[in-house]
Protein backbone atom coordinates (compact mmCIF):
# COMPACT_ATOMS: atom_id res chain seq x y z
CA UNK A 1 0.00 0.00 0.00
CA UNK A 2 1.39 3.16 -0.91
CA UNK A 3 0.08 6.37 1.62
CA UNK A 4 0.19 10.13 -0.73
CA UNK A 5 -0.78 13.07 0.98
CA UNK A 6 -0.83 16.10 -1.78
CA UNK A 7 -0.51 19.77 -0.75
CA UNK A 8 -0.57 22.56 -2.30
CA UNK A 9 3.50 23.06 -2.46
CA UNK A 10 4.61 19.00 -2.48
CA UNK A 11 3.93 15.47 -2.01
CA UNK A 12 4.16 13.22 0.11
CA UNK A 13 4.54 9.56 0.16
CA UNK A 14 5.23 6.33 1.89
CA UNK A 15 5.31 2.58 1.46
CA UNK A 16 4.17 0.84 4.08
CA UNK A 17 2.46 -3.08 4.98
CA UNK A 18 -1.41 -3.69 5.25
CA UNK A 19 -0.60 -4.04 8.85
CA UNK A 20 1.03 -0.60 9.20
CA UNK A 21 4.52 -1.08 8.70
CA UNK A 22 6.54 1.59 7.63
CA UNK A 23 9.60 4.27 8.30
CA UNK A 24 8.88 7.32 8.32
CA UNK A 25 12.24 8.42 7.36
CA UNK A 26 11.33 7.18 4.03
CA UNK A 27 9.15 9.29 3.08
CA UNK A 28 9.48 10.19 -0.17
CA UNK A 29 8.77 14.00 -1.16
CA UNK A 30 8.31 16.29 -3.90
CA UNK A 31 8.23 20.15 -3.43
CA UNK A 32 7.58 23.17 -5.27
CA UNK A 33 7.00 26.71 -4.58
CA UNK A 34 3.64 28.79 -4.75
CA UNK A 35 2.76 30.24 -8.02
CA UNK A 36 3.66 33.42 -6.69
CA UNK A 37 4.62 36.62 -8.72
CA UNK A 38 7.90 37.33 -6.85
CA UNK A 39 8.96 40.48 -9.25
CA UNK A 40 11.35 38.23 -11.38
CA UNK A 41 13.65 37.82 -8.34
CA UNK A 42 15.79 34.68 -8.18
CA UNK A 43 14.67 31.83 -6.36
CA UNK A 44 16.29 30.54 -3.39
CA UNK A 45 18.41 26.97 -3.18
CA UNK A 46 16.71 25.23 -0.60
CA UNK A 47 18.07 22.58 1.47
CA UNK A 48 16.60 19.04 0.39
CA UNK A 49 16.62 15.69 1.93
CA UNK A 50 18.22 12.58 0.72
CA UNK A 51 14.20 11.72 -0.48
CA UNK A 52 13.02 14.59 -1.71
CA UNK A 53 13.22 16.58 -5.30
CA UNK A 54 12.67 20.16 -5.80
CA UNK A 55 10.68 20.87 -8.61
CA UNK A 56 8.05 22.46 -10.82
CA UNK A 57 4.93 21.72 -10.04
CA UNK A 58 3.31 20.62 -13.50
CA UNK A 59 6.65 18.67 -14.04
CA UNK A 60 5.82 14.81 -15.31
CA UNK A 61 9.28 13.83 -14.68
CA UNK A 62 8.77 14.71 -11.54
CA UNK A 63 6.08 12.46 -10.57
CA UNK A 64 7.38 9.55 -12.55
CA UNK A 65 11.05 10.28 -10.04
CA UNK A 66 8.57 9.76 -6.80
CA UNK A 67 6.59 6.59 -8.53
CA UNK A 68 9.70 5.31 -9.34
CA UNK A 69 11.49 6.25 -5.63
CA UNK A 70 8.60 4.68 -3.90
CA UNK A 71 9.28 1.43 -5.65
CA UNK A 72 6.20 0.20 -5.27
CA UNK A 73 4.93 -3.60 -5.91
CA UNK A 74 2.98 -4.26 -8.97
CA UNK A 75 -0.79 -3.95 -8.16
CA UNK A 76 0.28 -1.84 -5.38
CA UNK A 77 -2.93 0.19 -3.40
CA UNK A 78 -2.33 3.87 -4.36
CA UNK A 79 -4.64 5.64 -0.63
CA UNK A 80 -4.42 9.42 -2.17
CA UNK A 81 -5.21 12.63 -0.01
CA UNK A 82 -5.15 15.44 -2.70
CA UNK A 83 -5.80 19.28 -2.56
CA UNK A 84 -4.29 19.99 -5.55
CA UNK A 85 -6.01 18.52 -8.38
CA UNK A 86 -3.22 19.21 -11.11
CA UNK A 87 -0.56 17.73 -9.07
CA UNK A 88 -3.00 14.46 -8.21
CA UNK A 89 -3.70 13.79 -12.29
CA UNK A 90 0.09 14.27 -12.87
CA UNK A 91 0.29 11.68 -10.28
CA UNK A 92 -2.09 9.62 -11.31
CA UNK A 93 -0.23 9.71 -14.84
CA UNK A 94 3.17 8.56 -13.43
CA UNK A 95 1.66 5.41 -11.78
CA UNK A 96 -0.72 4.39 -14.58
CA UNK A 97 2.99 4.68 -16.64
CA UNK A 98 5.45 3.37 -14.37
CA UNK A 99 2.78 0.42 -12.50
CA UNK A 100 -0.19 0.16 -14.93
CA UNK A 101 -1.44 -3.01 -12.71
CA UNK A 102 -1.61 -0.68 -9.47
CA UNK A 103 -4.69 0.70 -8.32
CA UNK A 104 -5.33 4.55 -7.23
CA UNK A 105 -8.16 5.91 -4.96
CA UNK A 106 -8.61 9.73 -3.85
CA UNK A 107 -9.68 9.65 -0.60
CA UNK A 108 -12.64 12.43 0.26
CA UNK A 109 -14.71 13.71 3.03
CA UNK A 110 -17.22 11.12 3.05
CA UNK A 111 -14.51 8.26 3.68
CA UNK A 112 -13.28 10.53 6.70
CA UNK A 113 -16.06 9.25 10.01
CA UNK A 114 -16.33 12.62 11.20
CA UNK A 115 -19.03 14.79 12.06
CA UNK A 116 -18.38 18.53 10.43
CA UNK A 117 -19.81 21.30 12.56
CA UNK A 118 -18.97 23.68 9.36
CA UNK A 119 -21.38 25.75 6.85
CA UNK A 120 -19.75 24.44 3.66
CA UNK A 121 -18.44 20.48 4.92
CA UNK A 122 -17.94 19.76 0.91
CA UNK A 123 -15.36 22.43 1.15
CA UNK A 124 -13.51 21.35 3.80
CA UNK A 125 -9.92 20.58 3.24
CA UNK A 126 -9.43 16.74 3.30
CA UNK A 127 -5.87 17.33 4.43
CA UNK A 128 -7.47 19.33 7.42
CA UNK A 129 -10.07 16.42 8.25
CA UNK A 130 -7.71 14.08 8.20
CA UNK A 131 -5.26 15.39 10.61
CA UNK A 132 -8.22 16.26 12.64
CA UNK A 133 -9.56 12.96 12.76
CA UNK A 134 -6.20 11.21 13.40
CA UNK A 135 -4.95 13.73 16.14
CA UNK A 136 -8.47 13.50 17.96
CA UNK A 137 -8.20 9.39 17.68
CA UNK A 138 -4.20 9.46 18.85
CA UNK A 139 -5.07 11.79 21.78
CA UNK A 140 -8.33 9.68 22.41
CA UNK A 141 -6.68 6.43 21.79
CA UNK A 142 -9.69 4.91 19.58
CA UNK A 143 -10.08 4.52 16.14
CA UNK A 144 -14.04 6.13 16.16
CA UNK A 145 -16.41 7.69 17.75
CA UNK A 146 -17.59 6.49 21.26
CA UNK A 147 -20.49 6.96 23.42
CA UNK A 148 -18.24 8.33 25.93
CA UNK A 149 -16.78 11.91 24.92
CA UNK A 150 -13.10 11.73 24.99
CA UNK A 151 -10.67 15.37 24.97
CA UNK A 152 -11.44 17.96 23.20
CA UNK A 153 -7.96 18.83 20.66
CA UNK A 154 -6.44 21.67 18.62
CA UNK A 155 -4.60 20.66 15.76
CA UNK A 156 -2.27 22.91 13.90
CA UNK A 157 -0.56 21.86 10.84
CA UNK A 158 2.57 23.69 9.82
CA UNK A 159 3.01 23.04 6.15
CA UNK A 160 2.01 25.70 2.81
CA UNK A 161 -0.81 27.17 5.29
CA UNK A 162 -0.79 27.25 8.90
CA UNK A 163 -4.31 25.72 9.92
CA UNK A 164 -5.06 25.48 13.53
CA UNK A 165 -8.45 23.37 13.70
CA UNK A 166 -10.67 22.48 16.74
CA UNK A 167 -12.17 18.87 17.25
CA UNK A 168 -14.81 18.94 20.42
CA UNK A 169 -14.51 16.23 23.03
CA UNK A 170 -16.78 13.47 21.16
CA UNK A 171 -15.26 13.83 17.95
CA UNK A 172 -16.62 16.88 15.59
CA UNK A 173 -14.59 18.77 13.73
CA UNK A 174 -15.36 22.63 14.68
CA UNK A 175 -13.99 24.62 12.11
CA UNK A 176 -10.98 26.51 12.76
CA UNK A 177 -8.68 29.10 11.23
CA UNK A 178 -5.94 29.42 8.23
CA UNK A 179 -3.36 31.61 8.22
CA UNK A 180 -0.04 31.80 5.54
CA UNK A 181 3.00 29.43 6.50
CA UNK A 182 6.30 29.60 6.46
CA UNK A 183 6.93 29.37 2.85
CA UNK A 184 4.53 31.45 1.42
CA UNK A 185 5.29 34.14 4.15
CA UNK A 186 8.93 34.43 2.71
CA UNK A 187 7.20 34.47 -1.02
CA UNK A 188 4.74 37.42 -0.04
CA UNK A 189 7.48 39.26 1.50
CA UNK A 190 9.29 38.93 -1.86
CA UNK A 191 6.55 39.28 -3.80
CA UNK A 192 4.76 42.65 -2.21
CA UNK A 193 8.02 44.60 -2.15
CA UNK A 194 10.71 46.07 -4.73
CA UNK A 195 14.09 45.13 -2.18
CA UNK A 196 13.24 42.26 -0.03
CA UNK A 197 14.85 39.01 -1.31
CA UNK A 198 13.23 35.82 -0.87
CA UNK A 199 15.15 33.48 1.05
CA UNK A 200 14.97 30.02 1.50
CA UNK A 201 12.83 28.09 3.97
CA UNK A 202 15.69 27.06 6.37
CA UNK A 203 16.77 30.34 7.16
CA UNK A 204 14.00 30.35 9.63
CA UNK A 205 14.58 28.31 12.39
CA UNK A 206 13.51 27.84 16.50
CA UNK A 207 16.00 30.20 17.79
CA UNK A 208 16.42 33.10 14.68
CA UNK A 209 18.66 36.00 15.75
CA UNK A 210 16.74 39.09 17.44
CA UNK A 211 16.88 41.53 16.84
CA UNK A 212 18.01 40.77 13.04
CA UNK A 213 21.56 42.51 12.64
CA UNK A 214 20.51 42.30 8.12
CA UNK A 215 17.82 42.17 6.06
CA UNK A 216 18.02 38.10 5.70
CA UNK A 217 17.53 37.79 9.60
CA UNK A 218 15.08 40.36 10.08
CA UNK A 219 13.24 38.36 7.55
CA UNK A 220 13.81 35.35 9.33
CA UNK A 221 12.83 36.66 13.18
CA UNK A 222 9.71 38.02 11.43
CA UNK A 223 8.07 34.96 9.87
CA UNK A 224 8.94 33.42 12.36
CA UNK A 225 7.22 35.39 15.23
CA UNK A 226 4.53 35.59 12.72
CA UNK A 227 4.08 31.97 12.21
CA UNK A 228 4.51 30.93 16.21
CA UNK A 229 2.53 34.40 17.21
CA UNK A 230 -0.48 33.62 15.00
CA UNK A 231 -0.46 29.71 16.48
CA UNK A 232 -0.40 31.16 19.92
CA UNK A 233 -2.90 32.99 19.71
CA UNK A 234 -5.42 31.21 17.90
CA UNK A 235 -4.63 28.44 20.78
CA UNK A 236 -5.50 30.18 23.51
CA UNK A 237 -8.15 31.97 22.53
CA UNK A 238 -9.65 27.83 22.14
CA UNK A 239 -8.35 27.18 25.31
CA UNK A 240 -10.21 30.32 26.35
CA UNK A 241 -13.85 28.86 26.41
CA UNK A 242 -15.06 26.41 28.46
CA UNK A 243 -15.03 23.26 26.38
CA UNK A 244 -11.62 23.71 25.41
CA UNK A 245 -9.80 24.51 28.19
CA UNK A 246 -7.95 21.13 28.34
CA UNK A 247 -7.51 20.63 25.16
CA UNK A 248 -4.37 19.08 23.95
CA UNK A 249 -2.78 20.05 20.57
CA UNK A 250 -1.20 18.47 18.29
CA UNK A 251 0.83 20.06 15.86
CA UNK A 252 2.16 18.45 12.78
CA UNK A 253 3.39 19.29 9.32
CA UNK A 254 7.07 20.30 8.02
CA UNK A 255 7.45 23.57 9.78
CA UNK A 256 5.23 22.16 13.04
CA UNK A 257 9.17 21.88 15.30
CA UNK A 258 9.34 25.49 14.99
CA UNK A 259 5.57 25.94 16.53
CA UNK A 260 6.11 23.33 19.59
CA UNK A 261 8.62 25.00 22.47
CA UNK A 262 6.28 28.29 22.02
CA UNK A 263 2.80 25.87 22.65
CA UNK A 264 1.71 25.39 26.70
CA UNK A 265 1.21 21.70 27.51
CA UNK A 266 -0.35 19.93 26.90
CA UNK A 267 1.22 19.66 23.48
CA UNK A 268 2.56 17.01 21.29
CA UNK A 269 4.14 16.53 18.05
CA UNK A 270 2.96 13.99 15.24
CA UNK A 271 5.10 13.79 12.24
CA UNK A 272 2.88 12.91 8.69
CA UNK A 273 -0.34 13.37 10.36
CA UNK A 274 -2.39 13.06 7.20
CA UNK A 275 -0.24 9.65 6.29
CA UNK A 276 -1.09 7.93 9.44
CA UNK A 277 -4.75 9.58 8.62
CA UNK A 278 -4.80 7.90 5.05
CA UNK A 279 -3.30 4.62 6.74
CA UNK A 280 -6.79 4.68 9.38
CA UNK A 281 -8.91 5.23 6.49
CA UNK A 282 -7.81 2.83 4.30
CA UNK A 283 -8.10 -0.25 6.61
CA UNK A 284 -11.88 0.92 7.09
CA UNK A 285 -12.25 0.78 3.01
CA UNK A 286 -10.54 -2.64 3.06
CA UNK A 287 -12.65 -3.92 5.92
Known sequence: MILVDIGNSGVRALRCSPEGEWDLANVARLSW???????HKASPQQQAAPNQRWCDSTDPQAF?????????????????SSVHQGAFSLLQNAVNSVSPSSHVRAVTRRDVPMDLDVEFPDRTGIDRLLSSWEGWSRVNDRAGASETPGRSVIVAQAGTALTVDAVSKDGVFCGGAILPGLGLSLQFLAAGTDQLPWIGNHYVTESPKL??????????????ASLVGGASHLIKTYRSRVDWNEAVVVITGGDGNLLVPHIDPPVR?????VLKGLFRVAKSLSA
Do not use: C, F
Request: charge should be neutral; glycine fraction near 4%.
Open 211 to 224: PGKNTMEAIAAGVH
Open 269 to 273: YEEHL
Open 64 to 80: EWLVKHIDAPRNSRWII
Open 33 to 39: PANLNTR
